[in-house]
């Protein structure tokens, strides 16, 4: 995982390979400790090519997590992966998640 901080103070992590059910809990360890030593963290899914329904219940937990703590978790880069199994799940992407769209 390739890690960045950019001006204010937001670490930025490129996520590289799927996100499911295997990669779950090392990405949940790696976002805990990022999101309590940061003021928000930005998750980057230009290296990622498949999400299940434990990536997206992952995602929801920390989207949620952040607002309570007054933090930022914003997603960004090659979302479709990502966008796509939360819909086929029942989501409306932009009701539970930030999203940078305005480069990858």
Known sequence: MIETIDENGIMELVHQGPLTAVQVSALKEK???QLMDHPGVRLNFNE???CDAL?????????RTAADQ???????GDLDCVMD????????????????KKEN
């Open 55 to 63: 990536g997206i219940q992952l995602l929801c937990v920390f989207s």
């Open 85 to 100: 199994m939360a819909v086929r799940i029942g989501l409306t992407p932009e009701d539970y998640f930030v999203m940078d």
């Open 31 to 33: 976002l805990t400790g």
């Open 70 to 76: 007054k933090k930022s978790f914003i997603l960004k």
């Open 48 to 50: 990622t090519w498949e």
